[in-house]
Each structure stands twice: as structure tokens, then as C-alpha cells.
């Protein structure tokens, strides 16, 4: 069975600063995607990046980047240059692409607050 | 271009009560998902949609909840009778279509969410 792993339930970040967001998966599909998303207090659920499983480039949107290590099965979250605008929960998310893996199963979480 | 939009964003209603929960997705989005997330946890996903088509609704409580999606655009999610438990954030997401193993063909894209509340 496919998971997803965040085992930071809270994070506390210096504005101005990167922080990481640890997030590991189980899968025995060859081929999938890794996302990240964020949601503020407000509730939309924000997509931030995408991973695919064979893309051999970290994936970057502007100030996040994803740090695939495919070996061991992680796919953290950095996010330079914090802002306060950045302080919401985030979730890691994968979707396998073969039979019954195609359902998009998420972490629990992290809440992330940037300090001035 | 346009983002998914989901109307009423906040509804607050009396158990045994029905309510009903509105989803236009991104133009041209094939595949279209509503989710039920309860405060502290990730989304769990009801149903999926593929055009007007229910590709997966195993998670559905379908003696209380209906939804579809009949002309293969906006959808409709439908509570009756709500009980205390349904209080959530409901949320619709939707994506290009089926295939397409990379980038934005794989990825969901969400709405504002509707946040319901059972008393």
C-alpha cells in the first residue's frame, strides 16, 4: 500500500530564512508524481511543485524546490527566503500511475509558522 | 485563466438538515474530484468524476451523500441528512484528464473549499 510520511507536525522558521519540510513515501510503483501543496488558514489547498518519479532534476517554482532523493524515498520541501506569507499548513501528496495507485494519498501535514 | 470555483464558502446548518455544495472546474478539466477534510487531517477523497462518468466513489456514505456531474462540467455534492460528524471542509479539485504522466496533466488543482458546519 502506498504512504505518505511528515513527521514534523509544527515548524518555526526566522523570516528571511529557508526552511525543509521532511516528507517520505512507500510505493512499489515504478512511475509516480510527488506534489506539495499549501493551505492557509483560509482552507483553498494551494499547489506549490511537482515531482515525477523519473525526472532526474529536483523540481524549483521560485522559491520552493523539492529535494527528490529517489533511493531513499523522500521528497522534502525547501522553501528559501521565508515569508510571513508562507505561515500555513503543508502537505505532501503522491499519485501512482498504475491500477489502484492512482488515487492521490496525502501526509497529515505540517504546520509551518514564519516569525518576524 | 479561470481557477476551480466552489460556492457556498461557508454554510452552517442543524443536524437532519440537507445542504448541497456547488463545483465549476478548470475549462477543459476532464477529471474532477470532491474531498471531505476534517480539521487536522489531509483530504480524503468521495468521489472522482471522469467527464460525466463516476470512476471511484468507494469512499462515498452513499445511505447520506450523493453527488454528479451530468453534462460532464460543474458537479453538485449533496448531505441528507447531515449529521454532527459531515462538519468539514469540502473541497472539489479538478485535472486535465486521465494519462499523461508528468507536470500539470498530472496535477489536481483545488477550489476555495466550502467549510460546513453541523450543529
Known amino acids: 500500500a502506498q504512504k505518505i510520511t511528515q513527521t514534523q507536525p509544527g515548524m518555526f522558521v526566522q523570516e528571511k530564512e529557508a526552511v525543509t519540510l521532511d516528507c517520505t513515501y512507500d510505493?512499489?510503483?515504478?512511475?509516480?508524481?510527488l506534489f506539495w501543496y499549501k493551505q492557509p488558514s483560509s482552507g483553498e489547498m494551494i499547489f506549490l511543485i511537482y515531482q515525477g518519479s523519473y525526472d532526474e532534476q529536483n523540481a524549483t517554482e521560485g522559491r520552493y524546490s523539492l529535494n527528490f532523493q529517489k533511493a531513499r524515498k523522500s521528497a522534502n520541501l525547501v522553501i528559501s527566503a521565508s515569508q510571513l506569507g508562507d505561515s500555513a499548513m503543508y502537505f505532501c501528496?503522491?499519485?501512482?500511475?498504475?491500477?489502484?495507485?492512482?488515487?492521490?494519498?496525502w501526509g497529515l501535514g505540517t504546520s509551518l509558522a514564519v516569525n518576524p | 485563466e479561470a481557477g476551480v470555483a466552489q460556492s457556498p464558502r461557508y454554510k452552517i446548518i442543524e443536524k437532519r438538515q440537507s445542504v448541497a455544495f456547488w463545483c465549476n472546474p478548470i475549462s477543459g478539466h476532464a477529471t474532477l474530484y470532491w474531498y471531505q477534510q476534517i480539521l487536522g487531517q489531509g483530504p480524503k477523497l468521495l468521489i472522482q468524476f471522469q467527464n460525466n462518468g463516476v470512476v471511484d466513489d468507494s469512499q462515498l456514505p452513499k445511505d447520506r451523500f450523493s453527488a454528479e456531474r451530468l453534462k460532464g462540467v460543474d458537479s453538485t455534492l449533496k448531505i441528507q441528512p447531515a449529521k454532527l460528524e459531515d462538519s468539514a471542509v469540502y473541497l472539489c479539485a479538478s485535472r486535465v484528464g486521465r494519462g499523461g504522466r508528468r507536470g500539470s496533466t498530472d496535477t489536481q488543482y483545488f477550489g476555495p473549499g466550502t467549510r460546513l458546519t453541523v450543529l
Open positions: 510505493t512499489s510503483d515504478q512511475s509516480y508524481g
Open positions: 501528496a503522491m499519485r501512482g500511475h498504475a491500477g489502484n495507485n492512482r488515487k492521490l494519498i
